[in-house]
């Protein structure tokens, strides 16, 4: 599968079941709130919600690769 969040290729040793509303956060196991990501977004997430992580990484990308 891919990261739900990079979109890169992840393999099983790298799996994570992603919360994308933190359990933290009032965020359940269910379907509808679980992605597959790749364990450094997982990490890189932490308890944000997914549009504050997303905007953060869409800043980033933009910063790093001089994208607009």
């Known amino acids: 599968g891919r990261c739900f969040y990079?979109?890169?290729?992840?393999?099983?040793?790298d799996l994570?079941?992603?919360h994308m509303?933190?359990?933290?956060q009032g965020?359940?196991?269910t379907?509808?709130?679980i992605a597959i990501a790749c364990s450094d977004?997982?990490?890189?997430k932490m308890v944000q919600d997914v549009d504050s992580f997303?905007?953060?990484a869409q800043?980033?990308?933009e910063r790093v690769h001089g994208e607009a």
Do not use: H, I, M
């Open 16 to 18: 994570v079941l992603e």
């Open 31 to 33: 379907k509808e709130n």
């Open 59 to 61: 800043s980033l990308s």
């Open 27 to 29: 965020g359940g196991f």
């Open 41 to 44: 977004c997982n990490q890189r």
């Open 21 to 24: 509303v933190p359990r933290s």
């Open 54 to 56: 997303l905007k953060q």
């Open 6 to 13: 990079c979109e890169l290729p992840v393999t099983l040793e």
